[in-house]
């Protein structure tokens, strides 16, 4: 239960120290950064690779292990091969004359270098995506999320929208969740004692496995969220009342510089982006920076 | 002759985490057919961990649960070794953990929190019939065990989630002992009810034992200690202490030294004691030889 | 004596039950600074009872003077800031992330500003010796830890009237011996605090100044304990125990040795037969 990936781990580094809301718009900026177009695979990969690499040294100044990403989604890997398949295996597009043949077999039928290099660059978005959720969620406090959520939401509340609501629904799922999966894991040893093999059996033996750990797990969120809801109203909670916050957010130098430097890869991505579609027909970023001819 | 034995059992918690430590430390019990009983020790002692490897829910991380031939480790060359002389029966039955648990009843703190069918019976057919027994059969031992714990018949058909919090308590150990376990375990088998509830639990617990059953039972409740069990197991900081009766262990001087609760009746003894009062105060176990020995003291 | 709480008629029967009355024709008072537990077994209505009192349910009938102020919906304000509630469950109270989060809930639905609250949760967490934990989440404390936080943060409100509905039935015997001794220290520290306490556990109940015995939703008995306890088979008829100090009380005296009404502790008890003795040599 411990090694839930991305859980919160609080260590004292200066990306942990980094206002909530910062990290909340750098992680948007930078997912944004990996879905823009950057023109042909050379590019692509190019540009990924610097983001990766930006996203490696911050993962080690915040304490995480880059390689446990690998070693703890181990589903990572059913997900690649699943891709693979479908990309390599499935013709791309109509038109296949621009496209680099890498197995014909005999009845014509021909696989194309496009499918792998899509495959792997689908794969390195997504792993970077992991990446940037990982680097949140294991270096912000859960709460800490919630009152970067509050901020963003404020323009809601100016519209009348009961964000405060929204806020402490997520907060007090946040809170529940350790207590539930505590939860959970009692109920299935219970069962287990009882016969139950989470393991093993077919499909619907599975279910019926399931459903002896869900009902129980149902049956005491509702009698928790009646017990929650008293302990609320006994401490005078008004979800439409005028509150005042505990904790407040304050904007530090380092969070001013740490925008800086969102804003500058930004604008650079953004660069190389502009680079590529306004010259369709250029080459590659490389042939710009080095004059070498790749791929 | 013991029904379950450990042997050098450690049991590393987090064993992957750097702040991972010891939560069994080197544990050598054996515990004998037909006894009652109770693993104490404050919270965080290890006693429910100890008890989830008899059942094998948790697997030793060095040396071994054995309950009758059944093995218990997470250490397969060890479980190699233990098995190389056992006849080719044994080695089969190891390798279904279900024939252990068929075996060992286990009852968690809060049982109530596992029902999940629509009717009562239902779920205490479950067990059974994971254990591989037919519908009728199952049908007809669940009746059994529901008479036994005490739930009239015209309740049989209801949800259990309409039943107040003892009952359905009574209906999860039913549940545990549709299944016949030789060996019932429970964790805290009283907690959270009031002391009508208990004493019901505890009867029916008692009555469970006197069929010829092991019961073991994990608790912070020393009068349920006193009152119960012919042997107590005392553990403290991941580490076996003390294994004796109770009468020995509430009048020895250990129990502050584990920080246990003293029971009420030993606590006065003790002021007593300290106090100077002029009688013989040693060997006392209920109120009403108390009773005697201070009008004894007091010459009435 | 300043009646700070007034019970009068109150009848309640929840929705579900139709035709089985939860609470009826209760009347009561307590005196400010009072401590009075409230036992009898369970289905007897003393949780109700205590939702009623803290307003988290409305009565069918009858009226409840919380401070002198009538509980009603037009007064839930006021209510509110004179009376709280520490439930059973530890886990399913704690609202905030962090321990003081949680202490400064109460407060942040006050609209109270910023720094009276770090003042405020800083005093209650010194209170209840959370002090060193302000940071810690809840799966990190043990249940007396998140049961004498629930108390700070009931405590910073500034109440009248606190109302322990079983707050020790889910803890270890550490954790009840913690909160037990808490609520000592709070007596001694704020005279003024009234507690009402809803408990299983008679010893606890034979200690307090008061103990209200309800049964099917009645009061059975009510009065000091001393007095409350003294009829053996009353109270062993609705299916309570008498407490230890007494049950020994009484098969001395069938012996004819007589303690003091007044002697209700086990140590006050080894006292006076010591001391009885003595004066005999």
Redesign the interface.
Known sequence: M??VFGKFKPYNTIIHRLDPRLKFFALIALMVMCFLPYGNYANRFIVLGVLALIIVVIMIIAKINPVSIFSSLKSLWVMMIFLLIIFVFVQQGVDTSSLHPMIIFPNGYTLYWEGLLQTLHVFLRLILMLCLTLILTSTT???DITYALDWYLYPLKLIKFPTQIVTMII??A??FI??LL??SQ??M?????????YNRGFISKKIKSI??LI??LL??CFS?SV??S?????????PY????????LKFHVRDLVSLFVTLLIMSLFIMACAYSSFYPGADNILKLLFGVEAF | MWQIKTKNLTYIY?K??PNHYDALSNIDIEINKGDFVCIVGKTGSGKSTLV?TF?S?ILPSTGYTQVETFYITSDKKLKKELLKNESKEVIEDNKHV?NL??KV??V??F?E????SETILKDVM??PK??GMRDEEAKEVAIKSLKEVGIPESYFERSP?ELSGGEKRRVAIA??IA?SPDILVLDEPTAGLDPNGKKEIMALVKKIHETGKTVIIVTHDMDLVLNFANTVIVLSDAKLVEVTTPKELFNSDNLNKYSLEIPTIYKFINLLKNKGFAGNLNEINDIDTLIDRICEAQNV | MNKVLEVKNLNFTYDSQEGKQTIKNVSFSVNEGEYVTLIGHNGSGKSTLA?LL?Y?LEPQSGEIYINGVLENEKNI?KI??SI??V?Q?P????????V??DI???????????EK??EL?NKYANLVGMEKYLNK???ELSGGQKQRVAIA??LA?GLKVVIFDEATAMLDPEGVEDIKDLILEMRKENPELTFISITHDIEEAYLSDRVIILNDGEIFLEGKPEDVFEDEKKILSIGLDIPFVLKLKNKIALKGINVPKDVRTIDGLSEFLCGRLKQKI
Do not use: C, H, W
């Open positions: 411990s090694n406090a859960p709460m907060s007090l946040l809170r350790p207590t505590d939860e009692k109920i040893k219970a069962q287990k004692s009882r016969g139950v093999d459903t002896t009902i129980p049956v005491s928790r017990e929650l008293l302990a609320m109203d006994a401490r005078g909670y008004d009342g005028k509150r005042t916050s505990y904790k407040i | 987090d992957k985490d989830q059942n829910l279900a648990r068929k009843g286990m968690f703190q049982p929190y596992q029902l999940f479950f067990g994971n254990f989630f549940g545990i299944s | 939702k803290a988290l304000r509110r800031q709280g509630v439930f469950n886990d399913n109270q704690f609202i905030g992330s962090t003081e989060s400064a809930f109460g407060l942040e639905n006050r609209a109270i500003p910023r609250m770090i949760v989440s809840p799966e943060g009931i409100l």
